[in-house]
């Protein structure tokens, strides 16, 4: 069993900088409009060729009501009916790319994210899976990872109902946070009772795991009213959480022009807020995956960080990391091999070029040696918390040491601060460096030099 966390205030104030969050490396900073639609074919046809196992993400973008907080891609709209051209040109693009797959690539995992996915009527909903079944090779058998994120402002019995019998055994719920005053300050109203109901559904109609959304640092949290927040949603027993460090990015996402940042929280109560819901969620028998992620020890997370099978992608940490991750819809990202690639992020654009029959690809990037390289270690880093050097070597042809003989004397000094243990056999990340990790995982990336790290939230 992994060792817990421990908490070091001197560590973290040290190494808690501004850095990237791995979802992928290299991040997708690095993408690029030279990468376009003739290289997803290219990489399409590779899956088909290759007969890999698919995970599809399909971005629906719109909201009812806008959150002050939120950095998503979204489209802010009381108008329901707008979400019809949309879906004609999302069934347009899942023709399109479905048609350069093989029906036999199996779909193993499926999440609809947004936006709000239940901003779609239950016709629209039920149409959209319809689409997907034609067209892809989606398991009827209730094995594979189908998710969907709810807002349960947005949702009702029928809704989990329907969500059920479309195929769906997983729930993403947003909460952020319960106090009013800071549902008030971000422009989330939404009680603990919508909520309760919600995973009641799902626990009643045996959807197979519910994850929370918590998030830390909102205007007018405190410590003490966040670990409130923490005890409640304990009591509702997800079987993960996510409880996310609030990135405060005014100049980079409009909506959070709206919030007072005078009512932030200080830095110290930020840590305040995440050492206590660490201690709260320990005690409640809930592990910790990292970035942000705890899990119940059953959890198929916390399974796969014992055996070293975890894997990381856009979606977060996931079992799944083997399959090609074909991205749908508006700004949705999709890793094919060796192949990132993103859809336009502008609405518009994203519908025009669908009905001129072509697909909307409009960045990415095609890894190159070194970044294929420092892509397995970064994910070992990440998810496994230890390193191997010798299977490195072996996959990659390489002398570990010598190739990254430029890093050793960080290694060696984030080792001496106790962050790590290093040796010429592995690295281990150690309990004082969970926190901490996407530090240690910084030190491998090429690219972070050339970038500004403001466009980063910071480690925690």
């Known amino acids: ?90 069934e347009q693009e899942i023709q399109l790319v479905a048609c350069h797959l093989n029906p036999a690539q199996k779909v193993e995992q499926l999440h609809l994210g947004g936006g709000t996915p239940t901003f779609l009527s239950h016709d629209e909903l039920r149409q959209l899976m319809t689409c997907l079944r034609q067209h892809f090779n989606l398991l009827d058998d209730d ?29 993403s719920v947003g909460l952020q946070d ?7 300050a971000v422009n989330r109203l939404q009680s603990l009772e919508e ?47 996510s409880v996310f460090n609030y990135a ?17 929280p200080a830095p110290a109560d930020k840590l305040e807020m995440l050492h206590r819901t660490i201690e709260q969620l320990t005690a409640a028998g809930y592990r910790y995956i990292g970035m942000d992620h705890f ?43 060796d192949l990132y690639c993103q859809n336009n992020s502008d609405l518009n654009q994203y519908q025009n070029t669908l009905a001129s029959a072509q697909l909307a690809t409009s960045r990415g990037l095609l890894c190159n040696a070194d970044d294929r390289l420092r892509r397995e270690v970064i994910q070992q880093i990440i998810c496994n918390l230890t390193l191997e050097f010798a299977s490195i070597e072996r996959q990659f042809n390489i002398d570990f040491g010598g190739y990254f003989a430029a890093l050793w004397p960080r290694l060696t000094e984030m080792a001496a601060d106790g962050l790590i243990e290093l040796d010429h056999e592995r690295l281990t ?32």
């Open 1 to 90: 069993m992994l060792d817990a966390i421990r908490w070091d205030s001197d560590l973290i104030h040290r190494y808690d900088i501004a850095g990237p969050r791995y979802t992928s490396y290299p991040t997708a900073v690095q993408f690029n409009s030279q990468v376009g639609t003739f290289d997803l074919l290219h990489a399409l046809r590779d899956s088909r060729k290759a007969l890999r196992p698919l995970s599809l993400y399909v971005h629906i973008p719109f909201c009812a009501n806008i959150c002050y907080y939120c950095a998503c891609n979204k489209v802010i709209t009381k108008d329901r009916g707008r979400a019809l051209p949309y879906l004609q040109r999302l």
């Open 143 to 171: 094995s594979g990872d189908y998710g969907i994120e709810i807002d349960p402002r947005e949702a009702d019995w029928s809704t989990m109902g329907l969500l059920r019998e479309l195929g769906f055994n997983r729930v």
């Open 178 to 184: 319960l106090d009013p005053d800071v549902q008030r």
């Open 195 to 241: 909520t309760r109901a919600i995973i009641e559904a799902a626990r009643t109609l045996q959807f197979r795991s519910i994850n929370i959304d918590l998030i830390y640092g909102l205007p007018k949290q405190t410590p003490d009213n966040f670990a409130r927040t923490v005890d409640e949603v304990i009591n509702l027993q997800p079987d993960r959480l």
């Open 248 to 264: 405060h990015l005014p100049e980079r996402f409009m909506p959070q022009r709206r919030i007072n940042s005078a009512d932030l």
């Open 295 to 337: 899990a119940l020890p059953d959890d198929e997370l916390a399974i796969a960080q014992e055996e070293l099978t975890l894997q990381r992608n856009f979606q977060g940490y996931t079992t799944h990391g083997h399959c090609d991750l074909i991205g749908l819809g508006v700004s949705a990202i999709s890793q094919i091999g």
């Open 429 to 460: 990340v150690l309990p004082a460096g969970r926190l901490l990790v996407r530090s240690v995982c910084m030190v491998f990336d090429a690219y972070l030099e050339q970038q500004n790290r403001q466009r980063f939230s910071r480690v925690i």
